[in-house]
């Protein structure tokens, strides 16, 4: 039996730079980070020869073509497992519409703890990149690749997009008591609203080319934000956060709407200098930066919503048990 544990993730600035339409023209650059919420995939063997999926609903099949989950059957595909396999996941939050990138971490767990049944082992690139190959080109998914490199990577990241598919992952540097600090500073609240991600998306990525400029401004965002996180300058990384989500709401018409920015500008009132809302918008997770002194009033200016405290993690996807008979 194998056990891997692959985090979910917040996404700070340059999302939607990730997209193949933009970066096939200007680098993309992102800065996200993993935190202490995760997706848990676990694998055995079986005595049978059928294939048993277990996640909201149970599945047992004969054939991998039968399995109805795709990301698994992708993922089982890729690796070549086509029977006598038992797979389970299980996450530490709902995993459908929250914008914490839970897609992309159920395809990199699920791929991590595939090839260690195998006894095999692959890096975070690979494991990254095949996740990318799954979503985008097998599924024809309309999302970017950021998710499925922080996913697999951890920590908080720069994380460039090259015009010849190529991907660059860099540390941001921060030593630990200040990564605490930065950590004290960040609220998430569930908005209470669902959506398929693939319908904000759709439209985002059909407006690449009129929304290219903005596009252009949010990398460079993406750019000074990591500069700021290196120097420490976190009140002003959050006004850059602030930034973004201004310019991310020029994106698509259903990224954000009269709820959402009715829920901003309370928290902002309250002492919030920044946030945005989590993932493609539309719903989800509300990430706001706040001084620690002004959080309980940010909390009760949103008593409505249910806050998540959390923290940033370091690692990335990874075998938490491995148990060989």
């Not at 497992?81 to 530490?92: A, L």
């Not at 395809?107 to 985008?136: F, K, P, S």
């Not at 750019?223 to 956060?241: I, M, N, S, T, W």
Request: net charge negative.
């Amino acid at each position: 039996m194998i056990i891997t544990q692959t985090p979910l993730r917040i996404s700070f600035l340059g999302g939607g730079t990730d997209f193949h339409g933009f970066y096939e023209q200007e680098e993309g650059c992102v800065v996200s980070s993993t935190i202490d919420k995760y997706i848990f995939v676990i694998i055995k063997e079986r005595f049978d020869d059928k294939i048993r999926v277990g996640y909201t609903r149970t599945e047992m099949v004969d054939q991998l073509d039968d399995v109805q989950h795709e990301l698994v059957r992708e993922a089982l595909r890729k690796t070549g497992i086509t029977r006598k396999v038992e797979i389970s996941t299980m996450g530490d939050i709902p995993s459908a519409g929250t914008g914490l990138g839970s897609s992309s971490t159920v395809t990199v767990g699920a791929l991590n703890a595939m090839y260690q049944h195998l006894g095999e082992v692959r890096d975070a690139a690979t494991l990254a990149r095949e996740a990318c190959e799954i979503e985008i080109d097998t599924l024809g998914k309309p999302i970017g690749k950021q998710d499925q490199y922080i996913a697999a990577h951890g920590g908080l990241r720069f994380i460039c997009f090259k015009p010849d598919g190529t991907v660059t992952v860099e540390k941001v540097v921060l030593p630990d008591a200040a990564r605490r600090r930065l950590s004290e500073h960040l609220m998430l609240f569930y908005t209470g609203i669902t959506r398929s991600s693939s319908t904000v998306l759709e439209e985002q990525v059909d407006n690449i080319h009129d929304r290219f400029e903005t596009l252009c401004r949010m990398k460079e965002l993406a750019v000074q934000a990591k500069e700021c996180l290196e120097r420490q300058a976190f009140d002003e990384f959050a006004g850059l956060l602030h930034q973004g989500w201004e310019y991310k709401k020029q994106l698509a018409s259903r990224i954000s709407n009269g709820r959402i920015d009715a829920m901003y500008e309370a928290a902002r009132r309250a002492g919030a200098i920044g946030g945005k809302i989590s993932g493609a918008g539309g719903g989800g997770f509300l990430l706001l930066y706040c001084p620690v002194e002004r959080q309980v009033d940010v909390r009760q200016a949103l008593a409505s919503l249910q806050e998540l405290p959390f923290a940033l993690e370091r690692d990335g996807s990874k075998v938490i048990f491995n148990y060989r008979r």
